[in-house]
């Protein structure tokens, strides 16, 4: 089981970017199709995005395409988020996981302590 750290969360204005970073352990970080999820205070967990094993295939929920873009460098073991344009409705505590599928989002079984994102003027 892969162990996952996140970073790169804050406050950022409206309009503004973030880049989130997660750091995964282990030699096998590869095998794992990758993703980000975000849970708003008072809401579900929702799915945000998720990256094929070798990075070619990437989908998105409606409400960020166009200004979230995933991304992963597999020999620094590492997926990333960045966030463009951000809304006061992108507000949300954004977790790193990790499954076997990006398309099967109950595949993903490990999980990030997660970063706090606040967009707020």
């Known amino acids: 089981q892969v162990q996952l750290v996140e970073s790169g969360g804050g406050l950022v204005q409206p309009g503004g970017s973030l880049r989130l970073s997660c750091a995964a352990s282990g030699r096998t970080f590869s095998t794992y199709a990758m993703g980000w999820f975000r849970q708003a205070p008072g809401k579900e967990r929702e799915f945000v995005s998720t990256?094929?094993?070798?990075?070619?295939?990437?989908y998105y929920a409606d409400s960020v395409k166009g200004r979230f873009t995933i991304s992963r460098d597999n020999a620094k073991n590492t997926v990333y988020l960045q966030m463009n344009n951000l809304k006061p409705e992108d507000t949300a505590v954004y977790y790193c996981?990790?499954?076997?599928?990006?398309?099967?989002?109950?595949?993903?079984?490990?999980w990030g302590q997660g970063t706090q994102v606040t967009v707020s003027s």
């Open positions: 996981a990790s499954g076997k599928a990006a398309t099967v989002l109950s595949s993903f079984d490990s």
């Open positions: 990256i094929t094993r070798g990075g070619g295939t990437t």
